[in-house]
Every structure is written in structure tokens, then in C-alpha cells.
């Protein structure tokens, strides 16, 4: 059985850091492509960061510069770290793990989701 499991989240100040991990069990986590995503609400869910097997990264428009995803590969677990937080940046945030690859754009699971509130 495949889980992944979010963590990290919570209740920040604008500018605040918030570190989010993602730990994955029941898959090869070092074939995976893994991606984070957020939705905030009343609006659609959006990519905002991905981590390819071999290290190679992704990112939205949004989280250049803000957001750095990482992965340990021996811990079976991804990281996002967000730096600078805005009220903005508020939302749920997802991790999901991909057998084809970040660019591939195809998400085989996904983790239940940790909040994100940053107040101003």
C-alpha cells in the first residue's frame, strides 16, 4: 500500500519559514519523480515545485525564488522548504509521486494534504 505522508504545516507570520516533508512508503522512492502542489481556497490546485529521481528540479512561477524543493532519497522523503511567506502563499499543501517523471505531468499518488496559514 502506497502512502505518502505531509507534514510541516501550520499557522506563520508573513515572512515567516515553514519546512514541509513529504515521506513516501510502499514505492521505490528513488524511481519517483516527486512534485508539491497547493490549493488555496476557492481555487484550483496548482504545481508549485518538482524533484526529479536524479535530483533535477522543477518550478512554477510561483515558488521561483521563495521555495526550494530537496529530497533523501534514504529517508524516502521530499521537502519543500518556503522562505518569505506571504498571506498569499496560504492553501493546502500536497505531495505527489510520479513513475514517469515530473515533466511527464502524470501523478500516480498523492498525500492527504498539510495547511499553510500565514497571517499578516
Known amino acids: 500500500q502506497v502512502q505518502l505522508v505531509e507534514s510541516g504545516g501550520g499557522l506563520v507570520q508573513a515572512g515567516d519559514s515553514l519546512r514541509l516533508s513529504c515521506t513516501a512508503s510502499?514505492?521505490?522512492?528513488?524511481?519517483?519523480?516527486m512534485g508539491w502542489f497547493r490549493q488555496a481556497p476557492g481555487k484550483e490546485r496548482e504545481f508549485v515545485a518538482g524533484i526529479s529521481w536524479n535530483g533535477n528540479t522543477f518550478y512554477a512561477d510561483v515558488g521561483k525564488g521563495q521555495f526550494t524543493i530537496s529530497r533523501d532519497n534514504a529517508r524516502n522523503t521530499v521537502y519543500l522548504q518556503m522562505n518569505s511567506l506571504k498571506p498569499e502563499d496560504t492553501a493546502v499543501y500536497s505531495c505527489a509521486a510520479s513513475r514517469s517523471g515530473v515533466v511527464s505531468r502524470r501523478w500516480d499518488y498523492w498525500g492527504q494534504g498539510t495547511q499553510v496559514t500565514v497571517s499578516s
Open positions: 510502499g514505492v521505490t522512492f528513488s524511481t519517483y519523480g
